[in-house]
C-alpha cells in the first residue's frame, strides 16, 4: 500500500522542500524572513511575528511529524452588535515544516481565531457569525486579515520551495504532483 508523500492540509500548493535541503538551515532562514516583517511594519500593518519551534501543533500526523517554525499573530477590533463596544479579536498562524513519508518535507501552516475565550479553526468565520451577533461588515474585516496573514506566509513558504499541485491519486494511495510555474 503506498501513499502520498507529502501532507499539507491548508496551503493553497504544496510548497515542497528537497532531502536534501539542511532542516535546520531552512528553519533559520525561515525565520529570519518572517522576522523581517516586525522590522516592516508598515508592508505589514499589523502582523508580528515571535519564532518558537515549541509552538502546539494540534494538526500534527504521526506518519508526518511536523515543527513549527513561530508564530504570526494579528489583533483587531471588532463591534459584536451595537449595544456592546468593541472587542479584540486574535488571529494566530503557525507556520511549520512537515515531513514527508518517503523523502523530503513541505511548509503548511495551522490557522486559529480566539474571541472572548473561545477559539475557532481560521476557517471557521461563520461559526463566529453564528455564535456572536457580527455585522458582515466585520466578517468581511476578519476574513481580510485572514487572507493577508496568509497572503504573508505564502510568499515566504515560495521563497524557499518548489510549489506542486497534487493532480491525481490511484486506488493504493500513491499521487501524481505537477510543478506549479
Request: aromatic fraction near 12%.
Amino acid at each position: 500500500m503506498g501513499t502520498n508523500n507529502f501532507h499539507s492540509k491548508n496551503t493553497s500548493c504544496i510548497y515542497a522542500i528537497e532531502p536534501e535541503e539542511d532542516t535546520e538551515d531552512l528553519i533559520i532562514n525561515l525565520e529570519d524572513s518572517f522576522n523581517q516583517i516586525d522590522e516592516n511594519r508598515k508592508k505589514y500593518n499589523i502582523w508580528n511575528f515571535s519564532p518558537s519551534r515549541d509552538e502546539q501543533l494540534s494538526e500534527e500526523l504521526k506518519s508526518y511529524p511536523a515543527t513549527s517554525i513561530g508564530n504570526l499573530y494579528s489583533s483587531l477590533e471588532v463591534e459584536i452588535d451595537e449595544e456592546d463596544s468593541d472587542q479584540e479579536i486574535d488571529i494566530e498562524f503557525i507556520p511549520k515544516i512537515v515531513s514527508g513519508y518517503y523523502a523530503g518535507s513541505c511548509l503548511d501552516f495551522e490557522g486559529k481565531i480566539c474571541l472572548n475565550g473561545d477559539e475557532y479553526n481560521y476557517d471557521e468565520v461563520k461559526e463566529i457569525k453564528k455564535n456572536y451577533n457580527i455585522s458582515f461588515t466585520e466578517i468581511k474585516k476578519i476574513e481580510k486579515e485572514i487572507k493577508k496573514g496568509i497572503n504573508i506566509i505564502e510568499k515566504i513558504f515560495r521563497d524557499f520551495s518548489s510549489s506542486y499541485n497534487k493532480i491525481g491519486e490511484f486506488s493504493n494511495g500513491e499521487a501524481l504532483y505537477e510543478k506549479t510555474i
